[in-house]
């Protein structure tokens, strides 16, 4: 029977994939909420296959992919995530994932990307584009930063300063959940590590303009 891990910070969307993958005849192996959890889970009971949220809220589940395909070469990843733009595909794959579905693919398209990464193959799900390259970030960008929301480059930049959340949610009018939600992001679409790795991300841009705003102008004559 085929053994899978679910990796995904919400306990309602864990508990529907659980019931869903045992009525389909597959065993659940664990379960884990974050990115360390998904790693030891992983370590000790040795799935056949991982199915990976991208949105975790301590680190990037592209990065958690590359990390577990790492260790364990023999286990499939398969990606299931909100998040279906060409960029974010391409990139989940370069990690090592062996399919890709949305979370509002059908039950069945679920199961046949857990089967086809058992067998060896990679299957993108219905809806789910090509691959496709990322355009490249200007100097004083990160990679990704082009595809923020304005309301996620506001929360970039106040993790540039070190808030936590609860300070970014007052100054924003917004749910500590909410913020959470959106670090997530940022942290995906930066390709970051953690919030930390994205605040590193933009005050390293903010650096790059500073110097240039400070460096002496040459006029003409």
């Given at each position: 029977?085929?053994?899978?891990?679910i990796v995904d910070?919400?306990p309602?969307f864990?508990?529907?994939?659980a019931?869903l993958?045992?009525a389909?005849?597959l065993?659940v192996a664990?379960?884990?909420?974050?990115?360390g959890?998904?790693v030891?889970?992983?370590d000790?009971?040795?799935?056949?296959?991982v199915?990976?949220?991208?949105?975790?809220?301590?680190?990037?589940g592209?990065?958690v992919?590359?990390q577990?395909?790492?260790?364990?070469p023999?286990?499939?990843?398969v990606v299931?995530?909100m998040?279906?733009?060409?960029?974010?595909?391409?990139?989940a794959?370069?990690?090592?994932?062996a399919?890709?579905?949305t979370?509002?693919a059908?039950p069945a398209?679920?199961v046949?990307?857990?089967?086809?990464?058992?067998?060896?193959a990679t299957?993108l799900g219905p809806g789910?584009?090509l691959?496709s390259l990322e355009a490249p970030?200007?100097d004083d960008?990160p990679?990704?930063?082009?595809?923020?929301?304005e309301?996620e480059?506001?929360?970039a930049?106040?993790?540039a300063?070190?808030?936590p959340?609860?300070?970014?949610?007052?100054?924003?009018?917004?749910?500590?959940k909410?913020v959470?939600?959106?670090?997530s992001?940022?942290?995906?679409k930066?390709q970051?590590?953690?919030?930390?790795?994205?605040?590193?991300?933009?005050r390293r841009g903010d650096?790059r303009?500073?110097g240039?705003?400070?460096?002496p102008?040459?006029g003409?004559p």
């Amino acid at each position: 029977m085929t053994r899978v891990v679910i990796v995904d910070d919400h306990p309602v969307f864990r508990r529907g994939l659980a019931a869903l993958l045992k009525a389909s005849g597959l065993q659940v192996a664990g379960e884990a909420a974050s990115a360390g959890e998904a790693v030891a889970v992983v370590d000790a009971v040795a799935p056949d296959v991982v199915l990976m949220d991208l949105g975790l809220p301590d680190m990037s589940g592209i990065t958690v992919t590359a990390q577990i395909t790492a260790r364990h070469p023999e286990v499939r990843v398969v990606v299931i995530t909100m998040y279906n733009d060409g960029v974010t595909v391409h990139r989940a794959l370069e990690a090592g994932a062996a399919g890709f579905v949305t979370k509002d693919a059908l039950p069945a398209q679920i199961v046949a990307a857990i089967r086809a990464a058992e067998s060896g193959a990679t299957m993108l799900g219905p809806g789910v584009p090509l691959p496709s390259l990322e355009a490249p970030a200007t100097d004083d960008e990160p990679p990704g930063y082009q595809s923020l929301t304005e309301r996620e480059r506001a929360i970039a930049h106040l993790l540039a300063q070190g808030l936590p959340n609860p300070i970014i949610a007052e100054r924003l009018g917004l749910s500590s959940k909410t913020v959470a939600n959106y670090v997530s992001n940022v942290v995906l679409k930066l390709q970051a590590e953690d919030r930390h790795d994205v605040a590193r991300l933009m005050r390293r841009g903010d650096e790059r303009r500073l110097g240039r705003t400070n460096a002496p102008q040459i006029g003409l004559p």
